[in-house]
């Protein structure tokens, strides 16, 4: 999930629960299948998430202009997308294709909401430009359930402005986490209110997509490859926590950063007074509008190498579907050349190599820093990733704000560990 | 804060049904009076009945989000009495519940005094008072996050220009202090409605018992004590009701000003039950826990009832 997707509200009242569970959606499916000769006709229904509300409704009137088969878009509050999403698809009327953000691809593939579109995915002639990431993601037990569709990558931004008043070099930025630390230093002594760094504390979807990248990149990880064994104990997390509340005791962070749960580093970075903070391309127009003199550069680990969180949404075809043909004709044509290409220079990074280095790139230094991420991009893999990372009073929310803030981070390391432990035990 | 208006209208209803008794109707105006209730006894079954069967069946399932449910008989039960993040949750509530109760009833108490004599500038600070209630919760939530914010919240410039905090103060980073932001919110935005109900209990009770105890000399305190408070007995039960069974459902002012931080010590009972619910996606367990809670909910309002029940009353 990217951390723009602030949740709003969701107001759930105690004794509404069965009913909601009960009686969601009744948007039936579309119809029909292939007509003779194999083009696909007929309509389909296509779900897509608030955030994407823009780029979708263009994408599917483009589709529309040139294929036979007419898609009809349904917009769904992103607070409760998944939700609905499920109690469509188990009463058999969710939608014949649905775009997801990509951490929930492997929650839907293991309960047989999502198609196999393995077939889809081989007749691609394009499908090993595909970003790693976002396969691993629609990768459930050797089959492909989901097409990447958006992206998006964290890097670290700097504001080069402070970077020169700090009597840093703007073309340097920090390659390892002393780097970070000392340049950080020297920024917050400017003062007057100046800080070096921020990061958004109460934020679970915010520290998956900007921290977890800090322990990649120095050889660790937060979940086993299968995503059967949390090891949010292990000795890079430590190392990284303790990187974070070296800056906190620094003074390096605003005040403001303990309580962020995501909608103050923007705010914060334009507004000049911070020095760095990770973030991904979601960010850059509100960057430009400021009219920022900034870079981003990769996000590094303890002593060098680089890693990145690869974001965004999987295109998927919802098991039961009426209209098979069809739902596979949008998801490919989602991913081509031409709506790609678009996407690219509408505000989401392509999910393929060879458009990232064509298009995306050329459209700025930050956009080029994105691309490179994306392009080696991780995500932790999980069928309770949510659970375990996105909700922000999860286990992974709770370890990073008690060890920046009160320093135990033993105490934090292991109480996460544990109730990480537990989602994943619960679910299988 | 829900509350449902339903128990509002329960007795009135109940009255009524019982004053036709034995007035010998005929079979024919039965059937049309069942007739004119038909159409609430359905909405009351099918928006409240069912949903509450429903919530006890699958409290005795595994019931996740996708997939089959499974019967588990008391097991989510048995889980619930030693989940500590519920019980944490369910402590949080009751410590909620009983800071903003009293909180509450004195500010709505002391309100209800001063625009009592219900003239013009009265009635003109009455409005005022009673303005925030037409506020959403949700909506008044966001509004005081916001002011409330550090650095560019104008309440938390406020503060720190009268010297309360300091620059670097965060209100949300403390237990208490976020506690205290939400409190001042909720007093604010519901003490109108206490204040009116409280109002309407005042002007219910006959100038001349006050009159008659003032000739016999007692004070402005030995009157409000003797007289009012006894005298406005039911109205006070009403509205503590009200207030406490709000307290114990609160969701939305922590959901969104706090978080439930920080470090999920500001998690209510309904919270906890959303988080098992919807992003940890056992349905089963969140029924049990809200079954639960409807039950402490039904004790704690059986309480209230019973120590405020009108016993001498004429």
Redesign the interface.
């Known amino acids: 999930m990217i951390p723009r997707t602030i949740r709003v509200?969701?107001?759930?009242?105690?004794?509404?629960?069965?009913?909601l569970?009960?009686g969601c959606s009744s948007n039936s499916g579309g119809s029909q299948s292939a007509s003779g000769n194999g083009t696909p006709t007929g309509t389909i229904t296509v779900w897509a998430r608030d955030a994407e509300k823009d780029f979708m409704g263009n994408l599917v009137k483009q589709y529309n202009s040139s294929h036979q088969v007419q898609a009809q878009l349904t917009i769904i509050p992103s607070a409760?997308f998944?939700?609905k999403l499920?109690?469509a698809?188990?009463a058999g009327n969710g939608p014949d294709v649905s775009s997801l953000d990509l951490v929930f691809a492997p929650y839907?593939a293991s309960?047989?909401?999502l198609e196999d579109i393995t077939s889809t995915y081989d007749s691609l002639s394009y499908k090993d430009q595909f970003v790693p990431g976002h396969v691993a993601q629609s990768t459930w037990q050797g089959k492909i359930y989901a097409l990447p569709f958006t992206g998006d990558a964290s890097v670290l931004f700097y504001n080069k402005d402070l970077f020169k008043k700090a009597g840093l070099d703007p073309n340097k930025p920090p390659t390892t986490w002393a780097e970070i630390r000392s340049d950080a230093k020297k920024i917050t002594a400017l003062g007057k209110g100046t800080y070096g760094f921020t990061f958004a504390g109460?934020c679970g979807g915010c520290n998956v997509f900007e921290f977890t990248p800090y322990i990649w990149a120095s050889g660790g990880s937060v979940l086993s490859d299968d995503g059967k064994k949390a090891t949010l104990d292990s000795s890079q997390v430590t190392d990284a926590l303790q990187f974070y509340r070296d800056m906190w005791t620094d003074g390096s962070m605003?005040?403001?950063a303990?309580?962020d749960?995501g909608n103050q580093q923007i705010?914060l970075f334009t507004t000049g007074k911070v020095g760095m903070t990770a973030l991904g391309a979601f960010a850059i127009p509100s960057f430009d509008a400021a009219k920022m003199n900034y870079a981003a550069t990769p996000l590094p680990g303890k002593d060098g190498g680089t890693a990145s969180f690869a974001g965004g949404d999987v295109i998927t075809v919802i098991n039961g579907t009426k209209n098979p043909a069809g739902a596979a004709d949008f998801v490919k044509w989602a991913t081509d050349t031409q709506a790609q290409t678009w996407l690219a220079k509408n505000g989401s990074a392509p999910i393929r190599k060879d458009l990232l280095e064509s298009v995306y790139a050329k459209q700025g230094q930050p956009y080029a820093e994105v691309a490179k991420g994306l392009e080696v991009g991780k995500v932790p893999f999980s069928v309770?990733e949510?659970?375990i990372f996105n909700?922000?009073?999860?286990p992974w929310v709770?370890m990073i704000?008690?060890s920046v803030?009160?320093g135990n981070i033993q105490a934090a390391q292991s109480t996460g560990q544990q109730a990480a432990q537990k989602?994943i035990d619960?679910a299988s | 804060m829900s509350t449902s208006t339903a128990s509002l209208n329960q007795k009135p209803l109940a009255r009524g049904i019982r004053s036709t008794r034995g007035t010998g109707l005929s079979t024919q105006r039965k059937i049309l009076g069942a007739l004119f209730a038909l159409p609430t006894v359905v909405m009351i079954a099918t928006f409240f009945l069912v949903p509450l069967g429903m919530t006890f069946w699958m409290s005795f399932n595994r019931w996740p989000l996708l997939g089959k449910h499974k019967w588990i008989g008391l097991e989510n039960y048995s889980t619930a009495l030693s989940d500590s993040n519920f019980l944490q949750a369910l402590k949080f509530t009751l410590e909620y519940t009983v800071i903003i109760t009293p909180i509450l009833l004195v500010f709505g108490f002391g309100l209800a005094v001063l625009v009592r004599r219900g003239d013009r500038p009265a009635r003109f600070f009455q409005s005022v008072y009673f303005m925030p209630v037409a506020i959403g919760l949700a909506s008044a939530s966001f509004l005081w996050l916001f002011m409330t914010q550090s650095q560019i919240g104008p309440l938390w410039d406020l503060m720190r220009r009268i010297g309360l905090i300091s620059a670097t103060s965060n209100l949300f980073a403390g237990h208490w202090s976020s506690l205290m932001v939400v409190n001042a919110m909720v007093t604010w935005k519901v003490v109108g409605l206490q204040m009116l109900l409280l109002l309407s209990g005042l002007q219910s009770i006959p100038d001349e018992v006050s009159e008659a105890a003032r000739v016999d000399g007692a004070s402005g305190w030995q009157r409000l004590w003797y007289i009012t408070v006894p005298l406005l007995r039911p109205t006070l039960a009403l509205v503590l009701v009200f207030s406490v069974a709000g307290s114990l459902l609160a969701f939305d002012q922590f959901y969104i000003m706090t978080s439930g931080g920080p470090s999920n010590s500001t998690i209510t009972a309904v919270y906890a039950i959303y988080r098992n619910s919807f992003i940890q996606f056992k349905l089963g367990y969140g029924a049990a826990l809200s079954v639960l809670l409807m039950v402490i909910l039904a004790i704690v309002s059986a309480i209230q009832m019973l120590l405020l029940r009108n016993t001498d009353h004429t």
Do not use: C, I, R, Y
């Not at chain 1, 509200?9 to 009913?19: M, R």
């Not at chain 1, 909700?391 to 999860?394: E, F, M």
């Open positions: 509200v969701a107001v759930a009242t105690t004794f509404g629960l069965g009913l569970a009960a409760n998944v939700q499920g109690t698809a188990a839907f309960t047989g909401v109460a605003p005040s403001a303990e309580t749960s705010p309770v949510n659970a909700d922000n009073n999860g709770k704000h008690d803030f009160t989602l619960q």
